[in-house]
């Protein structure tokens, strides 16, 4: 399975943006990168995924390297909502199994 | 709509017990997963189903543990003589045409 590196862990400010780096340096040409976050006692949550292109949408934007080897979750203005383990794995088009790793623990301080 | 439920939410289990955990997935998803989360890391892949064809089954950790979908819809997670060492939660996802994989609660297995 392709491997995803990520920051064991992050701070930001309530209000401010985030970026929230993951490196996939052996990424082939049919993953997808997807990222979810796991909140306290909770299943984890979809965020966003994307192939190429950068990508929208109401929780988060995703930005994929042009080389593809690495990409950036970005929260727009953090809230104390967004404190979490955020997750980048790799999922290719006819994907079952997936490779979580231990993401990163991002904490927003008031 | 309803998301994926899982039950029971805590289970609590002598050593030796069989235990069984239910995952009921988001109507009309075809793929459904299995994972272990040990306190601290992330999920652990276990096993896969597209409708009740077991695809990927090189997750699960022995011969214990066994799942099955007989009907394409609900999945049961069964584990035999349970060990301490399978204490952990169990998330069950299943898997939108666009390949977002949706979570539920997990069930919280403690073996004692």
């Known amino acids: 399975d392709a491997k995803t590196t990520q920051p064991n862990s992050m701070e930001s400010n309530e209000e401010e943006p985030v970026h929230l780096p993951c490196n996939h340096s052996?990424?082939?040409?049919?993953?997808?990168i997807h990222w979810y976050r796991q909140l306290p006692s909770q299943g984890p949550e979809y965020v966003i995924h994307?192939?190429?292109s950068n990508v929208n949408n109401r929780m988060a934007s995703l930005a994929i390297a042009e080389d593809r080897k690495s990409s950036t979750l970005i929260l727009h203005r953090a809230t104390l909502r967004d404190a979490a383990v955020y997750y980048c794995?790799?999922?290719?088009?006819?994907?079952?199994?997936?490779?979580f790793g231990d993401g990163t623990t991002l904490t927003v301080k008031p | 709509g309803a998301g994926v439920s899982q039950s029971p939410r805590y289970k609590v289990a002598k050593r030796g017990q069989d235990v069984a955990l239910r995952c009921d997935p988001i109507?009309?998803?075809?793929?459904l997963f299995w994972y272990q989360q040990a306190l601290g890391q992330g999920p652990e892949f276990l096993t896969y189903?597209?409708?009740?064809?077991?695809?990927?089954k090189s997750g699960l950790p022995s011969d214990r543990f066994f799942a099955e979908r007989p009907e394409g819809s609900v999945s049961t997670l069964k584990i035999q003589r349970t060990q301490q060492e399978d204490s952990a939660v169990y998330l069950c996802?299943?898997?939108?045409?666009?390949?977002?994989?949706?979570f539920g609660p997990g069930t919280r297995l403690t073996v004692l």
């Open positions: 109507s009309g998803h075809v793929s």
């Open positions: 794995i790799l999922r290719d088009t006819n994907a079952g199994k997936s490779t």
């Open positions: 189903f597209q409708n009740e064809a077991q695809l990927d």
């Open positions: 052996t990424i082939s040409g049919t993953d997808y």
């Open positions: 996802a299943s898997s939108s045409p666009r390949n977002e994989q949706f």
């Open positions: 994307g192939l190429t």
